[in-house]
């Protein structure tokens, strides 16, 4: 089984997967870390030197790369699920959730992340929230997609996981 993350950057893909993956005793994939183990850069550096495009190859290059894994929680890039083709990819491979957070939830916490974000790092005040904004409205009919869609500022693994299976779980939400 594959699970794939999906969302805005800064939802929590990654924290909430590494303990998602812990739980279900799955494997963890991280998508960006996959591309900065790859090239040896960092993204911000991927995307001054190469550009946004290229990176998008890169990410589309790692998706495909998570078909041959079993048993893994797979954390996607905030863009990787942002055109059919990665998202079909993503649908016919796996079972798909979004982290779904509003733009000012999503902009405090990138304000407040020691993680470097080469689209946004630019900004600040209303103007990240108001990128943010632009950004999350064109990225939602992708992420909608999703099989199951769960709100990202409180998350909880096991709540994941009985949406999955169809499961009681302890630390469920509502």
Known sequence: MRIYLLGFMGCGK??????LAQKLE?????????ITGNTGL????????????????????????????????VATGGGTPCNQENMDFIKNNG??????????????????SKKKRP?????AGEELLAEIEDRLSAREPYYMQADCIVRGE???PGHIISLIYGEEDDDQQV
């Open 95 to 112: 079972i798909s959730v979004y982290l779904r957070m509003g733009a000012s939830s999503l902009a405090h916490r990138i304000v407040y």
């Open 26 to 34: 799955f494997d963890f994939f991280d998508i960006d870390h996959a």
């Open 119 to 123: 689209l946004l790092d630019h900004l």
């Open 154 to 156: 409180s998350a909880k």
């Open 42 to 73: 960092t993204v911000p550096e991927i995307f001054s030197q190469y550009g946004e495009e290229k990176f998008r190859e890169m990410e589309k290059d790692a998706l495909r790369s998570t078909a041959t894994l079993n048993n893994v929680v």
């Open 14 to 19: 990654t924290s909430l997967g590494k303990r």
